[in-house]
């Protein structure tokens, strides 16, 4: 049960990522001229992907149904009239720039304030009875932030906090249009969709405009954004169209041997996928041994490569091997000291280079990917000098208030928004049910 409960929000942020930017790999589509066994071996394919996605809804839900059942949830989203005198901060990932226009506007005609990190510092303790304020999240650093968000926060005259991934930041140099490139002729909503096919994250010369700007708050979402094997259970096996996500293949668990400091995360067909969680769990990571990693591939490669995965019931033949290769000692674990190390790494380094590239800055809040973290995290986040760590909904169990340094901070997200105060507030059924269609349109795949 274990797998189920850490994966939760991971499964959160994958399936936030626009189906039709996703790449073409969740829902494998028949090629032309494709023969009758190769479309079954896709239906299999699609069929087990289907039961993923489910699993995912299911998984993503559980925390806010979880939220909403113990009462963590903020109290403006169950039906209050007032903010109780606390910032409401919302988490995106990618965005539907007309939904984010609607939702803007909304916060100016009500009049909310857009707070950054440091105004949520300002408001940490105290309570502003009527206060209206808001802090807008974002994680990942997408294309569609320096391509939608900032040419709206500009509109709108709002700021709003980034959280990158620094160690995945791209050196490119490229100038890529946006939509203020839209609105004044110079470019077409097509050269914005190619630009996120082209780069999907933003780069750091993007990066370096916005600081400049002073609208965007850019902190840290750690290096490398990385999962860890927790155990030896296998859950798959990496097969053609295994969904790694469209940058840095981030859904696939650090392989043993790969840099952890600058992972590749490239594993060879039929490879073990390791029950995991985020590195910033604090969860010890189990490391495979070779042989019987490379022993799977090999079988792979001699049995034809892709078409081996035609066939039926590959995924029991690859469990066989695995049992009788790997049964005796499949690998070890790390130590609690070496488990410290990169985790203060992931925290540290993101700070300094984001300093180091973003003139001015001080980094002092850190997101944690997956929006898992722990009490060990945060300790170690504070020892790097974060004054706050954002999680999702969700907080460690051990919460008791003894972690004065640095702040916790709850998100929830931005779905929420047409909850705050205010005229036409959405029902919470309506955001349910929009919920639920957008889950069921992500099925049929990449468009
Ligand atoms: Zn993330």
Same mark, same amino acid.
């Given at each position: ?259 952890? @400091? $600058?992972?590749? !995360? +490239?594993?060879?067909? *039929? ?10 769990? /604090?969860? #010890? ?97 504070? @020892? $790097?000098?974060? !004054? +706050?760590?954002?999680? *999702? ?10 972690? /004065?340094? #640095? ?41």
């Amino acid at each position: 049960m274990r797998l189920k409960r850490a994966a939760t929000p991971v499964e959160k942020e994958e399936i936030r990522t626009p189906a039709k930017r996703r790449g073409p790999q969740v829902f494998p589509r028949c090629a032309p001229g494709e023969n009758t066994r190769a479309q079954s071996a896709r239906m299999r394919s699609m069929k087990n992907s289907f039961t993923a996605s489910l699993e995912r809804i299911v998984q993503k839900n559980a925390d806010e149904f979880l939220a909403f059942a113990l009462g963590r949830m903020p109290a403006f989203v169950t039906g209050s009239s007032s903010l109780g005198g606390q910032p409401a901060v919302f988490c995106y990932h990618d965005i539907d720039p007309e939904r984010f226009e609607a939702q803007l506007r909304r916060l100016a005609e009500e009049g909310y304030a857009t707070l950054d990190c440091e105004g949520l510092d300002e408001r940490a303790g105290s309570s502003v009875r009527g206060a209206k304020d808001v802090a807008l999240t974002f994680d990942d650093g997408t294309w569609t932030f320096y391509t939608f968000v900032f040419p709206l926060l500009e509109r709108y005259d709002v700021r709003a906090t980034l959280f990158v991934i620094a160690g995945l930041v791209p050196e490119d140099d490229s100038v890529y249009p946006n939509l203020e490139d839209v609105w004044e002729g110079r470019a077409s909503a097509a050269d914005l969709e190619a630009r996120g096919r082209a780069q999907p994250l933003c780069t750091w010369r993007e990066l370096e405009a916005m600081h400049a700007s002073g609208r965007v708050d850019i902190q840290s979402h750690s290096m490398t954004h990385s999962r860890v094997p927790t155990s030896s259970r296998v859950i798959d096996f990496f097969f053609p169209g295994f969904p790694v996500e469209t940058y840095g293949n981030v859904n696939i668990p650090l392989p043993a041997g790969d840099d952890p @400091r $600058a992972p590749l !995360r +490239a594993l060879p067909r *039929g490879a073990p996928i390791f029950e995991s969680a985020s590195r910033m769990a /604090a969860i #010890p990571r189990f490391v495979e041994n070779a042989e019987p990693v490379n022993a799977l591939a090999r079988h792979v490669e001699e049995a034809g490569g892709d078409r081996f995965f035609e066939r039926s019931g590959w995924r029991s033949e690859l469990g066989r091997l695995w049992s009788g290769s790997a049964g005796r000692q499949p690998g070890r674990f790390e130590s609690d000291a070496e488990m410290e190390k990169t985790i203060l790494w992931e925290l540290s380094e993101s700070k300094r280079l984001l300093e180091e590239r973003l003139p001015g800055k001080t980094v002092t809040h850190f997101c944690y990917p997956w929006f898992q973290g722990s009490a060990t995290s945060d300790r170690l986040a504070g @020892r $790097a000098g974060y !004054r +706050a760590v954002h999680y *999702g909904i969700a907080l460690p169990r051990d919460d008791d208030g003894a972690h /004065a340094l #640095p702040r916790r901070i709850q998100r929830i997200s931005e779905e929420y928004q047409c909850r705050l105060p205010g005229r036409e507030r959405t029902s919470l059924l309506e955001i349910a049910l929009e919920r639920i269609g957008g889950s069921l349109r992500r099925f049929r795949g990449p468009k």
